[in-house]
């Protein structure tokens, strides 16, 4: 069982910079994939970003490509994102989910593992 715990998260103002973390609990094969979506009120839940455990394959959501950095140590155990440029659209509960194979990212399927969320705000 992997377990997941998000941090970061807070009150940012449009244009400003907020970096998430996520630190997972063991460095095994259930998470040779781990990213990262979010779901604003009232809307579907979105995929954001991932990552491949080397850290060397990743892959963005059009949203946020270009503004948005995902990154990992080089233990695994703990990803990162780096958000710049926010605006109000990207208020949302951001989480971060692992799962054994980093094509379910790309597949666009629902990865096996889940941590609680940190809320992001962007507001002025």
């Known amino acids: 069982q992997v377990q997941l715990r998000e941090s970061g998260g807070g009150l940012v103002q449009p244009g400003g910079s907020l970096r998430l973390s996520c630190e997972a609990s063991?460095?095994?094969?259930?998470?040779?994939?781990m990213g990262w979506f979010r779901q604003a009120p009232g809307k579907e839940r979105e995929f954001v970003a991932a990552?491949?455990?080397?850290?060397?394959?990743?892959y963005y959501s059009n949203s946020v490509n270009g503004r948005f950095t995902i990154s990992r140590d080089n233990a695994g155990n703990t990803m990162y994102l780096q958000m710049n440029s926010l605006n109000p659209e990207d208020t949302a509960v951001y989480s971060c989910?692992?799962?054994?194979?980093?094509?379910?990212?790309?597949?666009?399927?629902?990865?096996?593992?889940w941590g609680q969320g940190t809320q992001v705000t962007v507001s002025s």
């Open positions: 990552i491949r455990w080397n850290g060397v394959s990743t």
């Open positions: 989910p692992a799962d054994s194979q980093y094509s379910t990212f790309l597949d666009h399927n629902a990865p096996d593992y």
């Open positions: 063991v460095r095994t094969f259930a998470t040779d994939g």
